[in-house]
Nanobody, 117 residues
Framework: QVQLVESGGGLVQAGGSLRLSCATS????????MGWYRQAPGKQRELVAE???????NYADSVKGRITISRDNAKNTVSLQMNSLKPEDTAVYYC???????????WGQGAQVTVSS
């Protein structure tokens, strides 16, 4: 059974930083396409960043230069370092995994990030 569990969300002032972590079980992060999505109230869920099993990292234009996705193969975790946070970054952030051939996907339960102005 695949489980993705986010941690590290919270409340931060604009300009601050947060680090989200995704602990996994049932998958090997280096053999999956791992990503972070977010969903703000009244908006569609959107991709924030993806670290494919192989290939280039992928970031939403709105977060480039401020947010970094990384993978720890030894711990089987994925992290999202968020700097220079803005109020518009406020959302529930979800850890996500695609299998290698993008046939199956898995979601975490979500972590709330709130950025105050």
């Amino acid at each position: 059974q695949v489980q993705l569990v986010e941690s590290g969300g919270g409340l931060v002032q604009a300009g601050g930083s947060l680090r989200l972590s995704c602990a996994t079980s049932g998958i090997i992060v280096s053999r999956n396409h791992m990503g972070w999505y977010r969903q703000a109230p009244g908006k569609q869920r959107e991709l924030v960043a993806e670290i494919p099993s192989g290939g280039r990292l992928n970031y939403a234009d709105s977060v480039k230069g401020r947010i970094t996705i990384s993978r720890d193969n030894a711990k089987n975790t994925v992290s999202l370092q968020m700097n220079s946070l803005k109020p518009e970054d406020t959302a529930v952030y979800y850890c996500h995994a695609w299998d290698l051939f993008r046939r199956y996907e898995y979601w975490g339960q979500g972590a709330q990030v709130t950025v105050s102005s």
